[in-house]
């Protein structure tokens, strides 16, 4: 889910009446500014109440990100950190330590949203990852395709994260032709990755 531009209690209010009807965790994906306006204590309760499992915050640096990883991990909120493709040895070592929950690997370098293609070194940098650390591994940024997530599943990935392919889905046609779009993408992105050597990773909605 996202959370920001001016429609966060919005958010708070709908997943309010819907998180305990869920059987999975809902992660929100918000820019640090708009924790820091809320105040980080009181953002944390709100979304604690409402039933949120974690953030994805994609501006907070891992230097800064000891202010939101304490109080969070007091409150049971897992912080889920980013690995960016151009991340040294160093960094990526010390973002699976800090890091809870799961590590975020940035697919393609710039902003999110769907690409036709993945960086070729997504794979060296999942085998990086992995050599630091026994935390789950999530890959997003540009996947669009079934194709897609069953490459980086192969490549040794525990999630795919697809959330500008469901956004993108939702905004076409009406509400409902949205969803029913969704549930075929979705629908695609098992069958691609049950197709894998392995059989127990899953796409991240």
């Not at 209010?13 to 306006?37: A, D, W």
């Not at 370098?109 to 990086?128: A, I, M, P």
């Not at 500008?164 to 098992?190: D, H, M, W, Y």
């Amino acid at each position: 889910a996202r959370y920001g531009e001016g429609k966060g209690e919005q958010v708070l209010e709908m997943l309010q009446g819907i998180t305990p009807k869920l059987r999975s965790p809902i992660v929100l994906l918000i820019y640090y500014n708009s924790i820091l306006h809320r105040g980080i204590d009181k953002f944390l309760s709100s979304i604690a109440a409402a039933g949120v499992a974690g953030l994805v915050v994609p501006d907070l640096p891992l230097e800064e990100a000891a202010s939101l990883l304490q109080p969070a991990s007091e409150m049971g909120i897992d912080v889920i950190l980013l690995v960016a493709p151009t991340s040294s040895a160093q960094r990526i070592e010390a973002i699976a330590r800090s890091s809870l929950g799961f590590i975020y690997l940035v697919s393609v370098t710039g902003v999110t949203g769907v690409r036709s293609q993945l960086e070729n070194r997504v794979s060296d940098l999942l085998k990086q990852i992995r050599s630091v650390t026994d935390k789950p591994i999530a890959v997003g940024f540009g996947i669009s395709e079934a194709a897609q997530a069953r490459q980086v599943k192969e490549w040794g990935a525990d999630a795919a994260i697809v959330g500008s392919a469901f956004v993108k889905r939702l905004a076409e046609g009406t509400p409902e032709e949205g969803l029913n779009a969704i549930a075929q993408f979705c629908q695609s992105l098992k069958a691609a990755i049950n197709t894998t050597s392995t059989s127990t990773n899953t796409p991240l909605d």
